[in-house]
């Protein structure tokens, strides 16, 4: 299974679709859990919204670090996510390298 996260600059109405669960994170911003493609994700996004919002949606491997989210979404990601590596940078250099 693979976490997405979706932005849009359109409210987001309730969420149907090829995934597992759609959790709003943030004003714009869902994550879902989905056994299906980017691209079959980001289209059941896509074909949801009205007019010409902007949208993007990208593969979530690591546990991000956020501040500022719904309750309870650190947690269901971490559930979701594999955890970065002790002494990894964002660009997944050790701190030696």
Do not use: F
């Not at 879902?32 to 980017?38: I, K, P, Q, R």
């Not at 896509?46 to 650190?74: C, D, F, N, Y």
């Amino acid at each position: 299974m693979t976490v997405y996260l979706a932005w849009t600059s359109e409210d987001l109405p309730d969420l149907e679709g090829p995934w597992h669960e759609a959790r709003l994170v943030a004003p714009g911003l869902v994550a879902v859990d989905s056994t299906e493609s980017l691209s079959a994700v980001y289209h059941a996004i896509k074909w949801s919204l009205e007019g010409e919002a902007s949208l993007i949606v990208v593969p979530v491997h690591q546990t991000p670090k956020s501040r500022g989210m719904a309750a309870g979404t650190t947690r269901w990601l971490r559930e979701r996510t594999a955890r970065q590596p002790p002494g990894a940078n964002i660009r997944g250099l050790t701190s030696s390298d």
